[in-house]
């Protein structure tokens, strides 16, 4: 009886150990089976994410330096009203070579000091000027002053004020339309290179006594807005040919405009014949130039303008003279008359 009791318990245990196979299996295979323990499955590990590539810092650019302001060139033309009867394409010259040496020479302007047509009142004379110099437009920026002749008419009274400023007003020549930049359409007006730290200033010649005070008046306001710009004021009238101040433009400027802002610094003026230069030293160290340049009536005179090179950065002005017709420098055999370079001008 125990006997039988013990094989039924190792058939149990067989079984529990097998999983309930097959009873006659396992009394077939009891003597070699050993009871082997299911093992316990192991948790998969938990992904470790992969870390992001660390980006890379592009380096700061050093931001790029304002470049200093390169010399640049105004073009002067003076008293043109011998041109309506001939050597016009002697002055037609003068622009071609404008345009063409725009980039070379950095020309910014071409600047008339006056007396553009002979006779005020013949339109065949303002069509013919505006003809020559319409070429400038949209390329070469074209500024321009009125003179005695520009305001007046008739040969042998030319100084008589007929017509005023109607036909210089009519033809507008000059290329600065900005109603704040200008004195009644043109009249007087002015330029600011402000990178440059230059102010350019056209004053027409006078009218009447109630308009030139006037146009005083509102030069004087600009000249004042901007009294931290050098400035360059271009006129008509102001030397005599022997160099000194005229009594009527030359000292009234100087009294009425000039003597008063020491940021007036060059004149640039024609009307009488030559070539001169002068300067007043003021007590605070301040000296102010003006610069006559007019050769219309000196013989087998063609097509002669006046270059002025201004360097912003040492503040010096080259001047010289030359005519694009002739392909030639100077007309006087004494050369320094017409070529020079003058230090701290502005």
Same mark, same amino acid.
């Given at each position: 009886m125990k006997r039988h009791f013990a094989i039924l318990l190792l058939l149990a245990l067989l079984i529990a150990c097998t999983g309930g196979t097959n009873p006659e299996s396992i009394a077939s295979e009891a003597p070699t089976q050993q009871c082997t323990p299911t093992p316990t499955a192991v948790p998969s590990a938990t992904a470790v994410p992969t870390p992001s590539a660390t980006p890379t810092v592009e @380096?700061? !650019?050093?931001?790029? @330096?304002?470049?200093?302001?390169?010399p640049f060139t105004f073009v002067v033309i003076p008293d043109t009203q011998n041109y309506v009867y001939g050597y016009s394409e002697a002055l037609s010259?003068?622009?071609?070579?404008? *345009?063409?040496?725009?980039?070379?020479?950095? *020309?910014?302007?071409?600047? %008339?000091?006056g007396d553009i047509v002979e006779n005020n009142a013949f339109d065949r004379e303002w069509e013919l000027m505006r003809d020559i110099f319409a070429p400038?437009?949209?390329?070469v920026p074209f500024y321009c002053v009125a003179g005695n002749h520009d305001l007046g008419t008739g040969i042998s009274d030319r100084n008589t004020v007929i017509h005023g400023y109607e036909p210089y007003k009519k033809y507008s020549l000059c290329? /600065?339309?900005? !109603?704040?930049?200008? =004195?009644?359409?043109?009249?007087?007006?002015?330029?600011?290179?402000?990178?440059e730290g230059f102010l350019l200033v056209g004053f027409g010649y006078k009218y009447g006594l109630e308009d030139d005070l006037k146009r005083l008046a509102w030069v004087n306001?600009?000249? !004042?807005? =901007?009294?931290?710009? @050098?400035?360059? /004021?271009?006129? %008509?009238?102001?030397l005599y040919n022997n160099g000194e101040p005229s009594a009527t433009s030359g000292l009234y400027l100087l009294? %009425?405009? *000039?003597?008063?802002h020491p940021n007036v610094r060059l004149l640039l003026c024609g009307h009488h014949k030559g070539v001169q230069r002068w300067e007043k030293t003021y007590p605070d160290g301040r000296v102010f130039?003006?610069?006559?340049?007019?050769?219309?009536? !000196?013989?087998?005179?063609?097509?002669y303008c006046q270059l002025l090179t201004f360097d912003p950065?040492?503040?010096?002005?080259?001047?010289?003279?030359?005519? @694009?017709?002739l392909d030639d420098y100077n007309f006087y055999d004494k050369e320094s008359i017409e070529t020079f370079t003058i230090e701290n001008a502005f």
């Open positions: @380096p700061t !650019e050093e931001p790029t @330096p304002t470049p200093e302001p390169q010259a003068i622009v071609d070579y404008a *345009i063409e040496k725009k980039d070379e020479l950095n *020309i910014y302007a071409v600047l %008339h000091s400038l437009r949209g390329k290329d /600065i339309k900005s !109603e704040e930049q200008v =004195y009644e359409n043109g009249e007087c007006w002015y330029q600011l290179y402000e990178r306001e600009v000249l !004042e807005r =901007y009294a931290d710009y @050098p400035a360059v /004021i271009l006129t %008509h009238a102001f009294k %009425h405009v *000039i003597d008063g130039r003006a610069l006559m340049y007019n050769l219309q009536n !000196e013989q087998n005179v063609a097509g950065v040492s503040r010096t002005l080259e001047v010289t003279s030359y005519s @694009p017709y």
